[in-house]
């Protein structure tokens, strides 16, 4: 599916265990395969996709080809290349100063074994290096505990408890300044790839994909 249109800013971004980087078309087979997984939907608080993969596939050239001015979405890499999972930044409010988080790991293999500390400790670098946000906030079922553990390894605080359409979630956040006082100058990720979040609209936020939920 290579030579489909794309998005026009690539984004790079390489962690310890992982690389964030700008979805493509080639990400659609695995995408759709972790979308109609009823467990992955289920952690999500979401319903498995219904759609044939034909069908899946005009969304997903959408999605790629038109990204939202609110929204940054990234696919998940190991290292050495391999499509693991999906991680979003949306809601990006310029007013408030904020936005939401989200992350799924969809590859079974790579689960517990540090990815998704090092996938929320990289986008939280990029957040803080290359915007004016000054806070991120995340939602997750108060049941998923291994989430929950991940967000505090990275410096996640639990704010509160939210139930939203018939779920649990605990709602958790960081704020720049605690973010930066937990990582010195010369340790904190910079990237030469990213818009500053003056180059962003603020407008009334649209609905977060369902997929790449916290």
């Not at 026009?8 to 695995?30: C, F, I, P, Q, Y």
């Not at 290292?79 to 999972?85: N, R, S, V």
């Not at 991120?136 to 998923?144: A, D, E, K, Q």
């Amino acid at each position: 599916m290579k030579g489909e249109q794309e998005a026009t800013t690539e984004l790079r971004l390489v962690g310890n265990k992982t690389v964030l980087r700008t979805k493509s078309m080639d990400d659609a087979e695995s995408d759709y395969s972790w979308r109609i997984d009823p467990e992955l939907a289920g952690l999500d608080a979401t319903r498995p996709v219904t759609l044939s993969f034909t069908e899946y596939l005009r969304y997903h050239r959408d999605d790629v080809g038109y990204p939202s001015p609110w929204s940054v979405r990234m696919a998940i890499d190991t290292l050495d290349g391999h499509h693991i999972g999906n991680c979003m930044y949306y809601d990006i409010s310029a007013e408030k100063s904020q936005c939401e988080l989200g992350i799924m790991i969809g590859d079974r293999n790579y689960w517990s074994q540090g990815y998704g500390t090092d996938v929320v400790k990289t986008a939280l670098a990029h957040i803080f290096t290359t915007t004016e946000l000054d806070r991120v906030y995340l939602h997750t079922l108060s049941t998923n505990f291994r989430a929950q553990k991940s967000f505090t390894k990275s410096g996640f605080k639990l704010l509160r408890d939210v139930r939203r359409d018939g779920y649990e979630f605990i709602m958790m956040e960081i704020w720049r300044k605690e973010w930066e006082a937990a990582n010195p100058v010369e340790t904190r990720f910079n990237s030469e790839n990213s818009a500053s979040l003056s180059s962003l609209i603020t407008a009334p936020q649209p609905d977060a994909d369902p997929l790449v939920g916290s």
